[in-house]
């Protein structure tokens, strides 16, 4: 399981900034495309999802979805994250950060096989909670 992790909201500069960020810091990075999931009415190699892993780090972008707003000042949302083993853990947690909060997208099963879900607490902090399939 992982603890919180950045991730970055772009508008149409996630591949950029990301393979930018990789340069200045090393690290294994993976970009997975609207495109390749089969998402219409944006860019088809806009940036679904990116991870820029190393020894000591994660981090995370995208390109805002298509027929999203892009939030100026909300790029960042934390991102927790583990296996099905850690469900009960991860659906805890996000129903507690749900509490007096709002939930953007209920936790339900995605298109690339995980559980998934993000809420924005009653502080204004979104949290995106990811619970992998085996």
């Given at each position: 399981m992982s603890l919180p992790a950045p991730y970055i909201a772009f508008h149409g500069q996630a591949r950029e900034a990301m393979e930018f960020y990789r340069s200045v810091f090393g690290g294994d990075l993976t970009l997975s495309t609207y495109g390749e999931f089969g998402f219409e009415g944006g860019p088809a190699d806009g940036i679904m999802h990116s991870t820029l892993k190393g020894d000591n780090f994660e981090l995370m972008a995208s390109d805002t979805p298509p027929g999203a707003p892009h939030r100026e000042g909300g790029q960042i949302s934390l991102s927790l994250a583990g296996p099905?083993?850690?469900?009960?853990?991860?659906?805890g947690w996000f129903e507690q950060l749900a509490a007096d909060g709002s939930v953007n997208m209920p936790l339900e099963k995605?298109?690339?096989g995980d559980l998934y879900?993000?809420?924005?607490d009653r502080y204004g902090i979104t949290w995106m909670v990811d619970i992998g399939q085996e």
């Open positions: 099905k083993g850690d469900e009960e853990k991860l659906r995605q298109v690339w879900g993000d809420v924005t």
